[in-house]
């Protein structure tokens, strides 16, 4: 095992700054009026919140392009940490319950739920639909916003899918179907008196996974810097607006392999993502298998087995025994800009943009706040 290995990376910030910490700081007995230190200043005694989460929008490749984006650039704030690990589904439930993947157990893309391993944003398999056998409500028991039924600005067609149910079940749908219309129904909401709204952007993360970092992707941040003002345009006397993300982003390519055969030898089969890949060992082959894959991935990768992922707190404290369940045995987490194979983990195209990992182009990203102009 090489020095990086032993090293382990850099992990979420669970008891500071997180996008775990930012529904109950804003959502909790004391409103605004009590922040914690990594919340933007702006935010204190604000009478009403906007939270945009910007997906995909990581810290250090906004940091990179700030010209594309200059009004949130005049924006306040710093970095935060998201979670372990860092993909859509376990971070943007941690955002809406303002939990752990640990305490909710959504704890990555693909998940093993015993019979089957579950794709989490469809909620099903090369099989079909899973809303009958897997309930969102039960895999997911934990109520978002702290049990308040707030106002959600998110695209019209996901509204009623599994997945939303899993972590926006309760809230007051606003669906938009053009970007445009995002802004409008903010500043409507926030005239009528709404305290709190939420609302989701997806276009970053999507043009990053298609297209990768470039002149599309400079395109898309444009887009998103604008989607931002036109939002500060509406904001009324007392209220601010939250900018945040739920995973940064690191180019891949072309850069997939497959484990390696002596370890696929092991393995009965993976879940997760191709940044957090889980191996599930073959009976009786658990410790082989970590030697195995440190062996021959630990130049690129962390690889680490369950128990240490859980007793370091990777995923973070107070982990069930039904989430205990939906890990593998060893987990593939690369340090490097690359991705690990499942010929059972696929889609439409491949991928350029990835995450799931740890590494800070995928840790941090924004926790920024403006108020009125």
Known sequence: MNSKQLLGPRLPAYNGGCITGIIPALLGPSGTKEIPSWMPGCVQGARQVVLLVIDGLGWHQLQKNLAHCPNISAMQGTAITTIAPTTTVSALTSITTGLAPAEHGLVGYRIDMGSRVMQMLKWGDEKGDLRNMYPPDLIQPCPPFMGASVPVLSKAEL???????????????????????????????????????????????????????????????????????????????????????????????????????????????????????????????????????????????????????????????????????????????????????????????????????????????????????
Not at 226 to 239: H, K, M, R
Not at 286 to 300: F, I, K, N, S, Y
């Open 159 to 373: 509204e009623g899918s599994a997945f939303t149910e899993a972590h926006l079940r309760g809230v007051r749908h606003k669906g938009w179907r053009a970007a445009s219309s995002i802004a409008v129904e903010v500043g409507q909401l926030l005239r009528a008196g709404e305290k709190f709204i939420y609302a989701y952007y997806d276009g970053v993360d999507k043009i990053a996974h298609e297209r990768g970092f470039g002149s599309f992707y400079e395109a898309e941040l444009r887009s998103a810097d604008a989607l931002v003002a036109n939002i500060q345009e509406v904001l009324v006397d007392g209220s601010v607006l939250i900018v945040t993300a739920d995973h940064g982003q690191v180019m891949v390519g072309t850069n997939t392999l497959p484990p390696h055969p002596e370890v696929l030898a092991m393995t009965s089969h993976q879940s997760g993502e191709g940044r957090f890949r889980w191996l599930h060992s073959r009976k009786g082959t658990e410790v082989e298998l970590l030697a195995r894959a440190q062996q021959h991935h630990g130049d690129v990768a962390w690889v680490v087995g369950k128990d240490q992922i859980i007793d370091e707190q990777w995923l973070g404290p107070r982990l069930g025994a039904a989430t205990r369940k939906r890990l593998g045995d060893v987990a593939l987490v690369p340090r490097e800009p690359i991705s690990f194979d499942d010929p059972a983990d696929s889609g439409p195209y491949l991928l350029q943009c990835r995450h799931g990992a740890l590494t800070d182009d995928e840790l941090d990203v924004p926790l920024l706040a403006i108020t009125r102009n």
